[in-house]
């Protein structure tokens, strides 16, 4: 981390890391509707299920992702975009 610091490249490393966290958030996301903070962080490679949470709040802050986060029972559900053209029906 000194040598990139040095170098003027830590900057652009980090933002780089958060980059692909927030591109792995989304495939998460849209590949289950509910996971647990554990397998978010083992899936992101992230040290713990407490960052984790900490990442996947401040996407949902951000606007990353649509979910909310379960923090008694560790899970982030995510919420599902409804398509109201999906359908021929009318609307009630």
Do not use: C, N, W
Not at 10 to 26: D, E
Request: net charge negative.
């Amino acid at each position: 981390a000194e040598r990139f610091k040095v170098e003027g490249m830590y900057t652009l490393i980090s933002r780089l890391a958060h980059s692909v966290v927030k591109a792995g958030l989304r495939k998460l996301k849209s590949s289950y509707s509910r996971i647990s903070l554990v397998d978010v962080a083992v899936r992101l490679g992230l040290p713990s299920a407490t960052s984790a949470e900490f990442v996947v709040a401040k996407a949902v802050r951000d606007g990353v992702i649509d979910a909310t986060i379960d923090h008694e029972e560790g899970y982030v559900q995510s919420h599902d975009l409804v398509d109201v053209y999906a359908t021929v029906e009318p609307s009630e």
